[in-house]
């Protein structure tokens, strides 16, 4: 138990590894206590005898006061040899405690001491204790054992040696009844010490597994469950999924995975704070955990920020349906935080086992391309998985491979559309509007390749190209019109851009005053603080920097009070037949008062019609761009035109 204990203690620390260490030397105090006295009590000194009581307790406090420091000294990480230092402390106190507890054996008659014997016992006490101690700290099974069996030798050899040197002449006295009372007196002390040991190491052994048990248990959660939520993980899930599949596959049954992705998290988080968006998971996952049923087999899990996972066991037609509906609820229940009361909504992905795919991989992978389709038709919650998705999918990811290839191929070109003056018609500058002939697809809209190259890391270089190709050309225009350039929510977030910049300008010789970005408020909100400073940075470069379809999105005040921006672009849907009513007339007059409150001039964009740009002149709007005032064109066709001419560059 000794050997177990000091075990023990050797993989704890703190102030968990001193109770560890008491615990071993009262265990190992109390054994060599009650060893020595057992021994005693058998032996004959044919004489009376007596025992000390101070002397019988001091002995006591010995061996345990030095199995402490034995111990300690052991499980030492600062002394240079532990086992040697441990073992000399540990040894000592067994001799000490045996000479000590023969000084409290009272014989009436004359002792005598063989002093070789003493040396021998003194000397064996601590060389077996040091190499009891040396097994210990091997930390392994052997090592324990040999421990034990080193320890039990110490303390035996060094009773037995020791007696050997005691030698008692007697007077020929009996045992008187008092001598008697103290043997048994001795007796009951010796037994109570055994139990001690006995219970000691019980409660010990059942606290350490009951510890480690409720450890391993709190671990297995914590490893198995979401720690915001207290819904399963995704290492859950993906176990029950297995599982799932492989009870399905046996009993010839059916099984649904649903794949959920919030629809505005990230409004939340930008909008509210990560705080208030928390506060909306740990809702959604109450929610979830209270509308499953495990007699169906229903198993909902979050398996990242915003995206949680469900299993359902398809029995009846209405299976499915049911628990799909049950979930959307819960996402569209409105949720109060922060004084406000928020719906997050979603977009769920249904693919079923076997009907859809044969194993796992391609299961969840139907799934989230049934989820991505819902994502993209905002008046479609719930889309069931269909064969022609994957041949979509393998149409997108083959294109996005060809827009890898497309900046080698010259493939990519930039058309300008012009920005004009709405008071008298003069020309301000042109935007940059990147163009993509494909080489069997013809013309791909920028709509469809530019999110591609956004989720595929694309837009990096290719907004770089963008940037210098559009500096380069604008660095040769007479008369030197401002160019205005877009940059991605995603080109935005690196670290170097007003280095990049930076460096355009310098390698084309564009005047910084010349060059524009557009960017949208999202863009802002992915990082405010660390945005805000960049734009200051990019500021401070002499660019101009214009917040783009403002109306949309955000179009928060507090963005225009951070950050003053060099203008301002409505954005066009605000201009379609369509949004052609009164409360559309509202917000564009809202729009231009604040930019005149702001001092920033305003551009509407998306101008067709006369009557459009009629009643933005009659607004006092600044500026427009649109179809009406002319379409994006290649540089050629401008200097065709004669609005441009080309001069050397100053690079």
Known sequence: MTARLFRRALHTRGLQRGGWYVLTALAAGVAIWCTHFIAMMGFRAGTGVTFDPLLTLTSLFICVGGSILGFVATGSSVIRWPAVTGGVLLGCSIVAMHYVGMAAFHAHGRVAWDMPHVIVSGLLGPVLAMAALHMALKRTGVGANAM????????????FVGMAAFHVVGTGETMAPGHALALKTLTMAVIGMSLIILVMGMVSYLIDDSARAETIERLRRMALSDVLTGLPNRAHFNDRLDSEIVRAEQRGSRLALIGIDLDRFKDINDLRGHSVGDEVLRVLGRRMN??????????????????FAAICRVGAPDDVAGFVDRIVKALSAPIRADDLDISPGGSLGVAVFPDDAADRENLVNGADLAMYRAKSNPLQRVCFYEAGMDERNRERRALAADLRDAIGRNQLTLHYQVQTIVSTGRIRGYEALLRWTHPKMGEIPPGDFIPLAEE???????????LRTACREAATWEPPYTIAVNLSAVQFVIADLPEVIRTVLAETGLAPARLELELTESTIFADRERSLEMLRQIRDLGVSIALDDFGTGYSSLDTLRSFTFDRIKIDRSFFCSQAATAQTMAIIRAVLALGRSFGIPVTAEGIETYDQL?????EGCQEAQGFLLGHPVTIDDIIRRGQIARVASEA
Do not use: K, Q, Y
């Not at 049923?293 to 229903?298: A, H, I, P, V, W």
């Open 456 to 466: 595929n890391g694309l837009i990096v270089p290719i907004g770089e190209w963008v």
């Open 148 to 159: 034990a069996a080193l320890f039990a030798a110490a303390i035996v050899c060094v009773h």
């Open 614 to 618: 009629s009643m933005l002149n009659a």
């Open 290 to 307: 209270a509308l499953v049923r495990d007699e169906r087999g229903e198993f909902i899990a979050r398996t990242g920020g915003d995206e």
